[in-house]
């Protein structure tokens, strides 16, 4: 059974980076998948953030995530890893990690439970 854990701090304050970190149990983040990061804000959809492949290529959505998003991962570990710069209020959100699979278009097999980072001061 695949399993994803996110971990890291609940509250970070305003101009501060977020780090989050996804365990990964029962598959090896070197599997021909894309391990990604959603996060879905209070009231609002899910957001893609970005993922990195099996290959270790990363990709980062489009919007404004790619200049304040860093992916990464620890293959020893078995871990990877969202740091997201300078937070403001809006990025308050549930984080979640997660695997998306590609058959035709992506699609997420399995999610962390998420985790609520509250950015305030």
């Known amino acids: 059974q695949v399993q994803l854990q996110e971990s890291g701090p609940g509250l970070v304050k305003p101009s501060q980076t977020l780090s989050l970190t996804c365990t990964v149990s029962?598959?090896?983040?070197?599997?021909?998948?894309?391990w990604s990061w959603i996060r879905q804000p209070p009231g609002k959809g899910l957001e893609w953030m970005g993922a990195i492949a099996y290959s270790g290529n990363i990709y980062y959505s489009p919007s404004f995530f790619k200049s304040r998003t860093s992916i990464s991962r620890d293959t020893s570990k078995n871990q990877f890893t969202l740091q997201l710069s300078s937070v403001t209020p809006e990025d308050t959100a549930v984080y979640y990690c997660?695997?998306?699979?590609?058959?035709?278009?992506?699609?997420?097999?399995?999610w962390g439970k998420g985790t609520l980072v509250t950015v305030s001061s």
């Open positions: 029962g598959d090896s983040v070197t599997t021909n998948y894309y």
């Open positions: 997660a695997r998306v699979y590609y058959s035709g278009g992506y699609s997420v097999d399995y």
